[in-house]
């Protein structure tokens, strides 16, 4: 199976950075072919442009979307990686799933966007906190993620959701051995869905 691993986060020694490699580790130890497409790293324009709005005059995908969705069309699974920033993903992946992840790649099909695209593919989301998960699941904020991101998209795409591991507690403060856990826990949810899969 082929795996987009998609990941953003400005710091390439972030811990967002890490669970993404930890992940294309895990995958690629199964025999797996991984892409990775570091958002920042790569410079990304997130800005969605008027020309790439559904039903607009002038509708047609930029150059650089048409060239994500090109190196994206042949993945199977996908792996969202991201920390969480006043409670929400980053505007980076917001904005590289709206240009991206838009109408006519992974939704819109016979013209209606209620028709998924992705269908029989899957996805996983890997999320992080500086505050504690209990404090993130108490204030909502976790569940909000779950239902808007992971269900919502999951239902207009098509695609199936696997998992959506989040390490909450991920500071500068926190330990080796918390971080190595951490991302232990990335590599055995990759290992757990695709080891029979490759």
Sequence with gaps: MHHAVIFAHPNRDSFTASAAHAYRDAVRTLGHEVIVRDLYGMGFDPLLKIDELPFSRDFHPADDVVAE???????????????????SPPAMMKGYIERVFGFGFAYGGEGHSYNPLLSGRKFLSFTSSGAPTTWVRQTGAL????????????????????????????????????????????????????????
């Design 69 to 87: 969705r090109a190196l994206l069309n042949s993945c199977g699974a996908f792996a969202f990686v991201y920390p969480f920033w006043l409670n």
């Design 143 to 198: 569940d909000a993620m779950q239902m808007l991101f992971d269900a919502q998209f999951g239902q207009l795409t098509g695609m199936t959701l696997l998992a959506h591991v989040h390490a909450g507690g991920v500071t500068p403060n926190a330990s080796e051995f918390f971080i190595k856990a951490r991302l232990a826990d990335i590599a055995k949810t990759a290992i757990t869905h695709f080891g029979g899969h490759p």
